[in-house]
């Protein structure tokens, strides 16, 4: 029997990779709908290995199979349905986001005369409102993870109190080029969960906009198995498109 070549070390690519197939552990039979090329890599490894009940979309109406070619159409009447009933796991971008999870894909600058026109507030609202919503961001900077967003497009935290509006409102993750983070903190506030290998948690604080809460050692994102970056290599991405969404 010929001995099977060692794989590589995982690359920072993989661990996001990995870090974005945890947001859908144990949601059992829910939609997954992730946008991006990595979110969309973790929610295929995640479905080929511990969550094989996700249905997984293309992040709109297709529904797609484990190769991400389309497999069926879902009617808007039909998703919407499933969005306002929690039945719904979508893994966005931000263009910003702060300490409390509010996030921005609006405008950046002044509403009234904005510096910039991004893609505008979309199904943001009613997704964070009604069904988890977790975040993908591959540029981790003072310019995504600000003090205060210009233009609230997800709902955080606190506007959801303040609102009344908790009952269904879930922020599970946020997942960067450098690590990962929930809202565990004082007050509903982001946390520090990982780094991923290479990371310090210094170089994450000096990238954030804002005090990140970090409690204790902050661990290493979890390390691929080798089946996991089989997967990834040779059959969920053998492109390599991950490593352009995510450059070291």
Known sequence: MTARTPLLPAARAEYCVIACAEAWRDNGEVLASPMGLVPSFGARLAKRTFAPDLLLTDGEAMLVGLDGTAEGWLPYRRHLTMVTGGRRHVMMGASQIDRFG??????????????????GVRGAPVNTLNNPVSYWVPRHSTRVFVERVDMVSGVGYDRAEAAGVTRFHRLPRVVSDLGVFDFTGPGHSMRLVSVHPGVTVEQVRAATGFELAVAGEVPCTREPADEELRLIREVIDPQGLRDREVRV
């Open 102 to 119: 509010n996030q921005n894909i609006s405008c950046i600058g002044d509403w009234e005369r904005p510096a910039r026109q991004l893609l």
